[in-house]
C-alpha cells in the first residue's frame, strides 16, 4: 500500500518540488496540496492521510495551529504531522512538538532524506535526525527555573533508562547509544520502549522535550 500524503506550503514551487519528489516513489502517493493551515485541516480530516507535511509560516492559520488540530493531545484520532522549518528564521519549533508533531525537517534537506522521514514517521516513529535535534534543541529549548519544571516521576526509570533518555535528549541514534554503552541495538530499543511506556510519553520526540523541561540535560551540554 502506498504512503498517502497531503503537501502544506504557502510557496506553489515548494509544494510543487515535494510533490514531485514524494509522487516519484514507488510506495507514495500525493494525494492533495494545501496552501495554508485552515486548508490543510479541512483536507487532512476529509482524507485521512498517512502523513501531512507541514510547513510552519502560513497565512489564515499557520502549522502550529493546524499541527494542533489534527495532531494535538486533545486529538482522538491523530493525523501524523511532519513539521518543515526553515530553522534560522522560525522560532516556533519547540513548540511545534509539543503541538503534536512527529518531527521535523530543514527545508534544505537532501531529496533522499525527505523521502527517508516520509516513511519513518509513516511507520509510527518519531524523527529525531541526530545532526538537526542538537542544533534545534539547543537553540529553543530554554531551560525551566526550578519553579517552572514539571515534576514527573521518574523514579520508575531504572538507572540504564536514565541513561538512555539523557543520551536521546542529546540526539543521539539507537545505534550511536549502543555504541556508547557497549550494548545492543535490540537492548537500546528495548529501554526506549520502556522509557516511553513508563513515562506516558507517545513517542521519542516528546521524550526528548520531557527531559530539556525537568533539566536532565541542558541546552549545549552534550
Known sequence: ????????DDHELVRAGFHMILDAQPDMEVVAEASDGAQAVEMATRLRPDVVLMDIRMP???????????????????????VLTTFDLDDHVYEALRAGASGFLLKDLRRD??????RVVAAGDALLAPSITR??????ARPPRPEERP???LGGLTAREREVLSLMARGRSNAEIAAGLVIG????????????AKLHLRDRVHAVILAYEIGLVRPGVR
Open 60 to 82: 489564515r492559520m499557520d502549522g502550529l495551529e493546524a499541527t494542533r488540530r489534527l495532531a494535538g493531545p486533545d486529538v482522538r484520532d491523530p493525523v501524523k504531522v511532519l
Open 151 to 153: 515534576t514527573p516521576e
Open 113 to 118: 532524506d525527505l523521502v527517508n522521514a516520509v
Open 135 to 140: 542544533r534545534l534543541i539547543g537553540e529553543f
Open 1 to 8: 500500500m502506498s504512503v498517502r500524503i497531503v503537501v502544506v
Open 185 to 196: 541495538e535490540e537492548t537500546v530499543k528495548t529501554h526506549v520502549s520502556n522509557v516511553l
